[in-house]
Nanobody
Framework: QEQLVESGGGLVQAGGSLRLSCAAS????????MGWFRQPPGKEREFVAA??????????ADYADSVKGRFTIYRDKPNAVYLRMNSLEPEDTAVYYC????????????????WGQGTQVTVSA
């Protein structure tokens, strides 16, 4: 059974950094699109970043405008994806979710087939 498990969330001051990790199991996710979404308090789940397989060991990345230049998504093995978050702002406070889908990269949450349980990130002012 496929499973995604996030870790690395926590409380950080504005301007600080965190790295989120997502460990996938149950199948090989090397050619899957792996994405990060977040859900701020009282708001809808929103796209953060996604990485999709290009060829060989090359992956493409896509970012929401709100995090471009501050966050980096990357993979170092088929069943793991990371989100490096720098220059964190209070507006980044949310539950962060890892997700996976087959096919091409996508930004819609409904387009993803597998989801983790989420990890809380809180950025204090």
């Amino acid at each position: 059974q496929e499973q995604l498990v996030e870790s690395g969330g926590g409380l950080v001051q504005a301007g600080g950094s965190l790295r989120l990790s997502c460990a996938a199991s149950g199948r090989t996710f090397s050619t899957y699109v792996m994405g990060w979404f977040r859900q701020p308090p009282g708001k809808e789940r929103e796209f953060v970043a996604a990485t999709s397989w290009s060829s060989g060991s090359t992956y493409n990345a896509d970012y929401a405008d709100s995090v471009k230049g501050r966050f980096t998504i990357y993979r170092d093995k088929p069943n793991a994806v990371y989100l490096r978050m720098n220059s964190l702002e209070p507006e980044d406070t949310a539950v962060y979710y890892c997700a996976a889908r087959t096919g091409i990269s996508a930004r819609g949450a409904t387009e993803y087939d597998y989801w983790g349980q989420g990890t809380q990130v809180t950025v204090s002012a």
